[in-house]
T-cell receptor, first 114, second 114 residues
Framework: ETGVTQSPTHLIKTRGQQVTLRCSSQ?????VSWYQQALGQGPQFIFQ???????GRGNFPPRFSGLQFPNYSSELNVNALELDDSALYLC?????????????FGAGTRLSVL | AQSVAQPEDQVNVAEGNPLTVKCTYS??????LFWYVQYPNRGLQFLLK??????LVKGSYGFEAEFNKSQTSFHLKKPSALVSDSALYFC????????????FGQGTELSVKP
């Protein structure tokens, strides 16, 4: 196991609702990245947080937002849910923010939007 | 556009035979390259990485990968496949000087039969 924990494991929402997903990073890691993995696809980068600041963002609309807390845990918030937001959301943590570091992934949160 | 391609959706191998999972990439500069494995209902597990140096990289569980700069490829290999190697494999690239963003391929399903 990587030491990266995500909650909840599964979530069912309806279109238009808002959702918050949570991630606890591995001990000693100060960088958290979020990815969306649609069924049958590779993960797509949403954004990354380093020391509580956004440190890069993928091609996702502003209704996808995030936070990182002083203990380096993180939240992903999605507003105005759409059916296409149904996916596995993966959190990954890494240390020191350096580009060489490995990203360690949690087991993910599976979001279903009805 | 930066991208990663895994040309085979599925690879079938007999147990004990060598396996190869192919990956090519298109990014500017000198990227960092990774392989991850995903088991059902699990997050991604790191296998190996190439940053610089020897073109043959050894990783976890007997896997290795060969970096070929001229062909922009990073194929995953194992000399003798096990049934337990059956899983979904993802190649990923971290473009140089773009923070922690990982670009993933679409994945290759590896099936090892006894």
């Amino acid at each position: 196991e990587t030491g990266v924990t995500q909650s909840p494991t599964h979530l069912i929402k309806t279109r238009g609702q808002q959702v918050t997903l949570r991630c606890s990073s591995q001990s000693g890691h100060n960088t958290v990245s979020w990815y969306q993995q649609a069924l049958g696809q590779g993960p797509q980068f949403i954004f990354q947080y380093y020391r509580e600041e956004e440190n890069g963002r993928g091609n996702f609309p502003p209704r996808f937002s995030g936070l990182q807390f002083p203990n380096y845990s993180s939240e992903l918030n999605v507003n105005a849910l759409e059916l296409d937001d149904s996916a596995l959301y993966l959190c990954a943590s890494s240390g020191q923010g350096g580009v060489k570091n490995i990203q360690y992934f949690g087991a993910g949160t599976r979001l279903s939007v009805l | 556009a930066q991208s990663v391609a895994q040309p085979e959706d599925q690879v079938n191998v007999a147990e004990g035979n060598p396996l190869t999972v192919k990956c090519t990439y298109s990014v500017s500069g000198n990227p960092y390259l990774f392989w991850y494995v995903q088991y059902p209902n699990r997050g991604l597990q790191f296998l190996l990485k190439y940053i610089t140096g020897d073109n043959l990289v050894k990783g976890s569980y007997g896997f290795e990968a060969e970096f070929n700069k001229s062909q922009t490829s990073f194929h995953l290999k194992k000399p003798s496949a096990l049934v337990s190697d059956s899983a979904l494999y993802f190649c990923a690239v971290r473009p140089y000087n773009q923070g922690g963003k990982l670009i993933f391929g679409q994945g290759t399903e590896l099936s090892v039969k006894p």
